[in-house]
């Protein structure tokens, strides 16, 4: 038995939930990877996982074995990454989870030109949902986040996000383009169903300046239910392109649409809210090349900085306000 191809075959079946799903990772015929774990649990004469028709779980055993499994797996990474550190072009697999909108966005966008410069490494995206911290069964995870990170891992400024409220220019020649939060009350509005908003969406204008001005804010409280609520990033952004109404969305979302004009920010002179950015990874002392070259590709595609590179393309950034929390 190739000890080392069973650890590496085991930790994939856990990471992908299944058999069936490691098998189509690994490109191997699932009775192939079912012998391989069967005969790792031979070799020590224990159970790993106990298995269902329809699911798998960790023993005991399993969990304590995988997280030993983990780390002598990157340490014999790490080892080659530093042996071959200078001498070999970054190449391999590296497993990057991100956020759904983010990945439709801005990477499927981005990513032909990394791999034209990086032909021989591979890439696979995982983008299940929201995304606020590491997980440590990837090589690189991208964060949004409103809150400062925390935990213990490397991360790297991407950019700030804006969400700012746009509709299609149809819609606002039909129902005429706001002036003041205000009146949004009476307008169709697109949103996400969070609690926050039965108290309403606070919105501000300008900034704390040298001469101590003081930021102005207004919370807005709709007259009538929203015309649709989804969690969903875009479908809200389809339906916003379509003309239901206005929405609120990331900047990074809706770039092209605004320097295309299928969409039009509405009320530029306010704010609802920004989130940060980040690519991070488990600590580690020895980066493997490939995951290094990934993320300064990444910090050099946005910026790397605290600043919506998005709508500063689009010619709509908003003056940058210090603190976001003045109320008038």
């Given amino acids: 038995m190739d000890l080392m191809r069973a650890m590496k075959v085991f930790v994939r079946v856990v990471d992908e939930g299944g058999f069936a799903k490691a098998a ?22 224990a ?20 997280e030993k499994v983990r780390n002598i797996l990157v340490e014999i990474e790490e080892s080659e990454a530093l042996a071959d550190e200078g001498t070999r072009e970054p190449r391999g697999h590296l497993r990057v989870l991100c956020p759904p909108a983010i990945a439709v966005h801005q990477l499927a966008k981005h990513l032909p030109k990394f791999i034209e410069r990086h032909p021989q490494v591979s890439i696979e995206l995982h983008s299940p949902g929201p995304v606020e911290t ?30 700012v409220t746009c509709a299609s220019p149809e819609y606002l020649d039909r129902r005429g383009r706001p002036s003041h939060p205000r009146e949004l009350r009476t307008h169709d509005a697109l949103v996400p169903p969070i609690s926050e908003l039965q ?9 704390m300046g040298a001469d101590g001005a003081q930021a102005e804010t207004c919370t807005v409280v709709a007259e009538k239910r929203p015309t649709l609520s989804s969690s969903h990033i875009d479908t809200m952004y389809a339906a916003a392109l379509s003309g239901l109404g206005i929405a609120g969305l990331p900047s990074f979302v809706i770039e092209d649409a605004l320097m295309e004009n299928a969409l039009e920010r509405v009320l530029p002179d306010w704010q609802l809210f920004d989130t940060t950015l980040w690519v991070a990874m488990p600590s580690r002392k020895h980066v493997p090349a490939r995951t290094r070259v990934f993320i300064d590709f990444l910090v050099g595609v946005f910026g790397g900085a605290d600043r919506d590179p998005w709508l500063e393309a689009a010619g709509c950034a908003t003056p940058r306000r210090s603190n976001p929390t003045v109320t008038r």
């Avoid at 699911?55 to 055993?61: F, G, M, R």
């Avoid at 108290?199 to 900034?207: A, D, I, K, P, Y």
């Fill in 24 to 45: 189509r990772a690994l490109d191997l015929a699932p009775p192939v990877v079912t012998r391989i774990v069967a005969e790792l649990e031979g070799h020590l004469n």
């Fill in 47 to 66: 159970r790993l996982l106990n298995r269902t028709t329809r699911s798998i779980a960790l023993t005991e055993v399993g969990e304590a074995y995988l």
């Fill in 134 to 163: 590491v997980d440590e069964a990837y090589d690189l995870t991208i964060i949004a986040a409103r809150l400062p990170l925390q935990g213990e891992f490397v991360a790297r400024l991407l950019a700030r996000s804006e969400v």
């Fill in 199 to 207: 108290r309403g969406l606070t919105f501000v204008r300008g900034s």
